[in-house]
């Protein structure tokens, strides 16, 4: 597969390199029906699930229509966060390993992360130990306050003891917005804006953003200085914001050890999952780097195709294509090298 590159924008002459995706979505018909009740009409449609529940032919053409090397799979969580903890903790183990069977079939094409409950710091912690030692895990992957608090809060070190001791970086994603925030923030709108506004459109963004500077503010890299964390959706709105923050956020009020972009610079990675356009793309850039871009789509709630198209034309260096492309992803999750040729 891989794309071809096309000789615009800058690019270069054409050529080939490999592309690998790592917020790419599946679930399964036990979690399905789990979280029925809790998932929303207007967050999903027969049509999604049928991607969502898809681990074989079908998912692998529409990686093959996007050209898609290699993709690494996480469970979509919508409605886990209204699970028990012991729902949620078995649910979670079993889907896991649907989605380790599913690379065994597709070794060459298919990666995971261990998708992790919250509900249960410490069966998190097992369950990443568990997917990064016996189902070949290149990280965990976190619905953001689905456990009932931000990540730092004390229970959750366990969790980051755990990423450090495997040395795998944890990915970060939103979480639906607690009852109380839809309230204040969302009501009084049409119920589809209200809804898509509160997530997808930007609450989710907002909000994880917000989370990431809870970490770094509640002085987690200091106690955990090995923790790597991945986040999506182009840095949910941090690159945009991250200087005015460290502007109203300077050493003398965090009696922090570094600044509150250094923090953000030397220990998070930003995806451009679901976002397909080239200013959000250029100020992420700007922000973190080319070192610490990787591409991904958001599979199945964006395209293959879609994400091909804003990666062919991105106006970047051949060099920094690939570590966008694959590279970086690759190095971040040691993911073996591999030169695509034709």
Not at 67 to 81: C, M, R
Not at 270 to 296: M, N
Request: glycine share 8%; charged share 20%; aromatic share 8%.
């Amino acid at each position: 597969m891989a794309i071809q590159q096309q000789p615009v924008s800058g690019i270069g002459d054409p050529t080939l390199y490999r592309v690998i995706t790592l917020e790419e979505h599946f679930t399964t018909p036990d979690f399905l029906r789990a979280t029925a009740p809790f998932t929303p009409a207007l967050g999903t449609s027969a049509a999604l699930e049928e991607k969502l529940l898809d681990l074989d032919e079908r998912r692998l053409a529409a990686m093959d229509e996007g050209g898609v090397d290699l993709q690494v799979l996480s469970l979509a969580a919508t409605g886990q966060e209204q699970l028990t903890s012991a729902d949620a903790t078995s649910l979670v183990h079993d889907a896991n390993n649907e989605a380790y069977a599913a690379t065994q079939r597709h070794p060459k094409r298919l990666r995971m992360f261990a998708s992790l409950s919250l509900k249960d710091p410490a069966a998190a912690a097992k369950e990443l130990e568990r997917g990064v030692e016996r189902l070949g895990c290149v990280g965990g992957f976190l619905n953001g306050t689905e456990g009932g608090d931000f990540l730092d809060a004390p229970r959750f070190a366990p969790l980051f003891e755990a990423a450090e001791a495997l040395d795998v970086p944890l990915y970060i994603h939103p979480t639906a917005p607690s009852l109380a925030i839809q309230d204040l923030y969302f009501r009084g709108l049409p119920e589809a804006s209200a809804y898509f506004l509160s997530t997808a459109a930007w609450g989710w963004h907002a909000e994880l953003g917000m989370h990431c500077l809870r970490l770094i503010l509640a002085g987690t890299f200091d106690r955990f200085p090995r923790l790597k964390i991945i986040i999506g959706h182009m840095g949910e709105h941090l690159p945009y914001s991250l200087m005015r923050a460290q502007d109203g956020l300077p050493t003398s009020v965090t009696h922090l050890r570094r600044s509150v972009s250094e923090y953000f610079l030397d220990h998070f990675s930003v995806t451009t999952s679901g976002y397909f356009t080239q200013a959000p793309f250029r100020c992420a850039r700007e922000l973190v780097g080319a070192d610490r871009l990787l591409y991904s789509v958001d599979y199945p709630y964006r395209s293959n195709v879609a994400g091909a198209h804003f990666l062919e034309h991105l106006e970047i260096t051949p060099d920094d294509l690939r570590k966008i492309a694959s590279g970086n992803a690759e190095r971040i999750l040691k993911l073996p090298s591999e030169l695509v040729s034709r």
